[in-house]
């Protein structure tokens, strides 16, 4: 028979333990048997949480990539609690979204990789970004122009540059993420970032750069000093 949660020792149990030890004392099979409720017949909730774990390295980046139809694979989780996992952690990805929209100017590619990574985190395919600043490098707004599959996008030129014409923008930091997690530009990622440079000197439009991003790297193409 498995320990069930009720059949454990109050202070044991991840509600109370949340309740008077408080959130940091709570292991993250406990957080997600919390979350699911109950689990089979022949195991707890925390036991089926520890599988879905197991089963994503124990990295909760890997769990957040999982889709809802992939966490229903794991024995004892339906749809509506394949829902909550993924809602509860959409909220996670979410969180660093509001704290980058605080960031007022760009002024490094390290500060525009610390803005713009919470935008790629778990992401299983490409999507190329546009953020558009001012003359003081504040950004006025940041747009998705294209997503595609694991191994490209397209970013079109014309959308890029009609979008920071309606923005009324003085410059452009390019951005799209690897979810290979290798860094290094392609060879149409290098073909691009030049054309676009090229056009955009051309209406007076300076692109400042352009970031590829993986979950723990980046590559600035200003600073290796290959924009043009």
């Known amino acids: 028979m498995p320990t069930t949660i009720k059949s454990m020792p109050a202070y044991e149990r991840p509600r109370e333990k949340l309740l008077n030890r408080g959130r940091d004392v709570v292991s993250n099979a406990e957080l997600i048997g919390l979350l699911i409720g109950s689990g089979t017949k022949n195991m707890s909730a925390i036991q089926v949480a520890s599988k879905i ?4 390295n124990n990295d909760l980046q890997v769990l957040a990539r999982k889709s809802i139809n992939d966490l229903k694979k794991f024995k004892g989780i339906g749809e509506a609690k394949a829902i909550l996992i993924y809602a509860a ?5 979410r969180k660093p979204l509001v704290e980058a929209s605080k960031v007022p100017r760009l002024t490094s590619s390290r500060r525009t990789y610390e803005f713009l990574h919470p935008y790629f985190a778990d992401l299983t395919h490409e999507e190329f970004y546009a953020i558009y600043l001012n003359r003081s490098n504040k950004v006025m ?3 998705q122009i294209s997503k595609g599959g ?4 397209v ?3 014309k959308v890029i540059f009609h979008k920071a014409l309606e923005e009324r923008a003085s410059a452009i930091i390019l951005a799209h993420n690897h979810p290979s997690g290798l860094v290094d530009p392609s060879p149409s990622d290098m073909q691009l970032t030049k054309s676009l440079h090229k056009f955009g000197a051309m ?3 300076q692109i400042l750069d352009h970031l590829i991003i993986t979950d723990n ?3 600035s193409f ?3 000093g290959i924009l043009g």
């Open 203 to 205: 209406i007076d439009l």
């Open 89 to 93: 952690l959409e909220l996670g990805r």
């Open 141 to 143: 707004a940041v747009r």
């Open 155 to 157: 970013a079109d030129g």
């Open 217 to 219: 790297n980046y590559f």
């Open 150 to 153: 694991l191994s490209g996008t």
């Open 222 to 224: 200003a600073d290796e």
């Open 53 to 56: 774990l197991e089963e994503s």
